[in-house]
């Protein structure tokens, strides 16, 4: 199975600083790139797409990709204690074979510290 | 509303028992996922489907069972082979012809042993 790697944390950022999330992915084949926010006992929330290399930006967010080295990456910038949640990143599968599933990685956690 | 709603929110089953978790989703999607996430864990993918009347096994599928008789509804049951069905189970739809967009979720259902 293609994996999706991420650090656990808990990455810690005070309030009002820039908080940065890291995945890398096996998955050469893989064209789409998604975080999700979790918060603790909710479902997963849809905050970014990417499927371009480079940047995209939506409000405070930005996510970064880098194809060449199977990197994506997600910026939070100006951090509030609203954002303190479990960040997923998901890599659509690349084969035909499969239904355009999502493989996951484990979630890193951010706490941002008032 | 368009959306994705699983009931119930929390189930409990008891030793030897089958239990069925309900996914309807009025998005008009043709594709529709299971997921499961354990604590600390990201999402594994159980059964999808792409159409009515086929489903495909995802990576976890030994001990739970689908079917997809209407385009909205695409219940999951949880056997008694399942040895450890203690989780949170997610259930997404996807609309086939954007496949490179992202799924979205339901609320989920909270899976306990008695």
């Known amino acids: 199975q293609k994996e999706v790697e991420q650090n656990s944390g808990p990455l810690s950022v005070p309030e009002g600083a820039i908080a940065s999330l890291n995945c890398t992915y096996s998955?050469?084949?893989?064209?789409?790139f998604f975080w999700y926010r979790q918060y603790s006992g909710k479902s997963p929330e849809l905050i970014m797409s990417i499927y371009s290399n480079g940047d995209k930006e939506d409000g405070r967010f930005t996510a970064q990709l880098n194809k060449a080295s199977q990197y994506v990456s997600l910026l939070i910038r100006d951090s509030q204690p609203s954002d303190s949640a479990t960040y997923l990143c998901?890599?659509?599968?690349?084969?035909?074979?499969?239904?355009?599933?999502?493989?996951f990685g484990k979630g890193t956690s951010l706490l941002v510290t008032p | 509303d368009g959306g994705i709603t699983q009931s119930p929110k929390y189930l409990f089953r008891k030793e030897g028992q089958n239990v069925t978790l309900s996914c309807e989703q009025n998005?008009?999607?043709?594709?529709m996922y299971w997921y499961r996430q354990d604590p600390g864990q990201g999402l594994r993918l159980i059964y999808y489907?792409?159409?009515?009347?086929?489903?495909q096994k995802g990576d976890i599928a030994e001990g739970y069972s689908v079917s997809r008789e209407k385009k909205e509804s695409f219940p999951l049951t949880v056997t008694s082979a399942q040895k450890n069905p203690t989780a949170f189970y997610l259930c997404a739809s996807l609309a086939v012809g954007f496949s490179n967009q992202p799924q979205h979720f339901g609320d989920g259902t909270r899976l306990s042993i008695l």
């Open positions: 489907s792409q159409i009515v009347n086929d489903f």
């Open positions: 998955d050469r084949v893989s064209q789409s």
């Open positions: 998901a890599v659509k599968r690349g084969d035909s074979n499969s239904g355009y599933a999502l493989n």
């Open positions: 998005l008009n999607h043709d594709a």
